[in-house]
């Protein structure tokens, strides 16, 4: 039983597309992320919700808009794709605050070509 | 502006040798820290975390030790299994609701 899950786990697009990425998480927590590891490795948090009130906004371009419509649920949508927006997406939960223990899901490999 | 750095890209290691990953800081007002472990096509999971009113911490094989005054950090793994062979991330973050800054993460390697 899958803690932190995401779908798809490999996404192929064109520029200009509009593409969303789905999390879940059955574990209860109140807190959920979406980070993004790019080319050279780093993680980075790109937004954080928590109990579906967003709490973190990390200078992402606006073409991406996180939904949470309930708090085991955070959802990625990316308007207009660019190229520069192919990277690994990971979700994550946490129990509490946005700097304890941290659960991620498998990633989702966003290509756009 | 890389606030927690890993300097070593890889490491390669004997199986039953110590691993030793090092990862430095530049921010003095990080007071957590933490390292993941991600295998490929795997998120990252939680390995172990410290304190800052700590200078060590241990679980099973796993010890991280942190010197405040270096700003520095290392995970020791010992005895090393090939099991270990993934990509470790450092973390740190600063009190309140400040979020997770991560390291670019170090390649170890463990041969049979």
């Known amino acids: 039983d899958t803690a932190v899950s995401q779908t798809p786990k490999y996404l192929v697009t064109q520029m200009g597309n509009d593409k969303s990425i789905k999390c879940e998480q059955n574990?209860?927590?109140?807190?959920m992320y979406w980070y993004k590891q790019d080319s050279k490795k780093f993680l980075k948090i790109m937004f954080s919700?928590?109990?579906?009130?967003?709490?973190i906004n990390e200078t992402v371009p606006n073409r991406f808009s996180p939904k949470s419509p309930d708090k085991a649920h955070l959802n990625l949508h990316i308007n207009s794709l660019e190229l520069g927006d192919s990277a690994v997406y990971f979700c994550?939960?946490?129990?509490?605050?946005?700097?304890?223990?941290?659960?991620f899901g498998s990633g989702t490999q966003l290509s756009v070509l | 502006d890389q606030q927690v750095k890993q300097n070593s890209p890889s490491l390669s290691v004997q199986e039953g040798r110590i691993s030793i990953l090092n990862c430095d800081y530049t921010?003095?007002?990080?007071?957590?820290f933490l390292w993941y472990k991600k295998y490929p096509a795997e998120g990252p999971t939680f390995l172990i975390s410290?304190?800052?009113?700590?200078d060590k911490n241990e679980d099973g094989r796993f010890t991280v030790f942190l010197n405040k005054s270096a700003k520095h950090l290392s995970l020791h793994i010992v005895p090393s299994q090939p099991g270990d062979s993934a990509v470790y991330f450092c973390?740190?973050?600063?009190?309140?609701?400040?979020?997770?800054?991560f390291g670019k993460g170090t390649r170890l390697s463990v041969i049979a």
């Open positions: 574990l209860g927590h109140d807190t």
């Open positions: 410290i304190s800052s009113i700590k």
């Open positions: 994550a939960s946490s129990q509490g605050g946005t700097n304890e223990k941290l659960f």
């Open positions: 973390a740190a973050s600063t009190p309140g609701n400040t979020p997770l800054v």
């Open positions: 919700y928590n109990n579906k009130e967003l709490i």
């Open positions: 921010n003095s007002m990080f007071d957590y």
